[in-house]
Nanobody, 128 residues
């Protein structure tokens, strides 16, 4: 059974940082592209960031503030978020798909609904 489990969310002041983790099990971590998505209250889910074959794909709001890296030994992907803003308040999800192009499209176009596997999310709240 494929499982993705996010952690690391919490309350942070504007300008602060958080690092989210996504532990993946049930699939070969090396063969899948992990993407980060988020959903703010009252808004559609949107893509944040993924890295495929060493190349990052960012949503515009994430450029210059968010980065992603992985620890293959731990089957874990991380989302490092710096200079957080109140508008970054959202539930953050990691997700993956058999096709890396699907993940990239999900990040760049918001077509998240095609993704095969999702975590349950972790809440990030940024206070002003």
């Amino acid at each position: 059974e494929v499982q993705l489990a996010e952690s690391g969310g919490g309350l942070v002041h504007a300008g602060g940082s958080l690092r989210l983790s996504c532990v993946v099990s049930g699939l070969d971590f090396d063969d899948y592209t992990i993407g980060w998505f988020r959903q703010s209250p009252g808004k559609e889910r949107e893509g944040v960031l993924c890295v495929d074959d060493g190349r990052p794909y960012y949503a515009d709001f994430a450029k210059g503030r968010f980065t992603m890296f992985s620890d293959k030994a731990k089957n874990t992907a991380y989302l490092q978020m710096n200079n957080l803003k109140p508008e970054d308040t959202a539930i953050y999800y990691c997700a993956t798909d058999r096709e890396s192009d699907t993940v990239i499209a999900g990040i760049l176009t918001g077509a998240y609904y095609h993704m095969d596997y999702w975590g349950k999310g972790t809440l990030v709240t940024v206070s002003s």
